[in-house]
């Protein structure tokens, strides 16, 4: 097998390859402007900026993972991907949110107060 | 391309939480942002970016099946879509500016406002624009035949995360910031 023909085999993996790809994905791509669109109407709604942070939040999430899963096509990966990627992701940015208060103690040079 | 999207991943993560952080702890965040020219344009450049991932599928799916002419029309028009978003936004960034919105200075309040609206903003940008180039690359490579289909679909995963990135970025940058 040559270089470029085990490139291609290594690279190109379960997604099928129909000729029709944009039909096949135009509910994603719907789904996903009638996302940004319903966070733009809610955007103009009289919501506390707390409330309208945590749901335009989920929505961006939502909008994510739809990306994430049929665009980027990992849900049609090994689960080992999956599961070696996503997880991990979500603790780091869980644990960075956690260590970003301590900048906040640090602003008053008082790194061990409660 | 999994792992580099991962830590760009946490990288925007990191300068969002921060924005987050900074924002909370400012009482006079400015909220500056009026439907038009802003918001309008905001909407104009995430119908543009969503449509390029959609022809970066297409793109990804012509090669796969071998077919160049194909393939290119689809990165092509992927390539244009790209900049397109590029130009909008180097348009928006201008008409900030014009109202006098510098890095660390803007005339409605808190400074950092700027700072971190064209940092991320600006990062955003750079990987379109990186994106825009690499797009280029792939579609040299891949008509001359010395890359392969396997190289068109990993520039797509970039393309598509890129467009994830937006998704976030318009949400706590844009509106949560709308003029009411």
Not at chain 1, 42 to 58: C, D, E, G, K, M
Not at chain 1, 85 to 95: G, H
Not at chain 2, 25 to 30: E, G, I, V, Y
């Amino acid at each position: 097998m040559t270089d470029k023909a085990a490139t291609d085999k290594a690279s190109i993996t379960a997604p099928s390859t129909s000729g029709n790809v944009i039909a096949k994905y135009l509910p994603v791509y719907f789904t996903l402007l009638a996302i940004a669109g319903l966070e733009i109407f809610l955007a103009y709604r009289n919501l506390s900026t707390l409330t309208l942070l945590v749901i335009l939040l989920a929505m961006a999430i939502c909008g994510a993972a739809l990306a994430v899963m049929y665009f980027m096509h990992l849900a049609e990966e090994r689960p080992s991907l999956f599961l070696s990627l996503i997880p991990a992701t979500i603790f780091v940015l869980f644990m960075m949110n956690a260590i970003w208060t301590d900048s906040f103690r640090l602003l008053h040079m008082k790194p061990f107060a409660h | 391309m999994w792992l580099f999207i991962i830590s760009d991943a946490v990288t925007f993560g990191a300068c969002l939480m921060a924005y987050g952080y900074l924002r909370a702890a400012s009482t006079d965040w400015p909220t500056p942002f009026k439907f038009y020219p802003t918001i309008l344009n905001v909407i104009i450049m995430t119908f543009v970016l969503i449509t390029s991932s959609l022809t970066m599928l297409g793109a990804v799916d012509a090669a796969k099946l071998g077919d160049k002419a194909k393939a290119s029309r689809f990165l092509w028009s992927t390539i244009f879509l790209g900049a397109l978003f590029a130009g909008l936004h180097i348009r928006e960034w201008l008409g900030l500016i014009n109202e006098g919105v510098r890095p660390f200075h803007n005339p409605w309040g808190s400074p950092l406002f700027g700072a971190t609206f064209f940092s991320i903003t600006g990062l955003h940008l750079l990987h379109v624009i990186c994106g825009v180039i690499a797009l280029i690359v792939i579609w040299r490579g891949y008509t001359r035949g010395t890359l392969t289909a396997g190289h068109v679909e990993t520039t797509g995963l970039y393309w598509h995360f890129v467009d994830l990135v937006w998704m976030f970025v318009v949400p706590t940058i844009y509106l949560l910031s709308i003029q009411h």
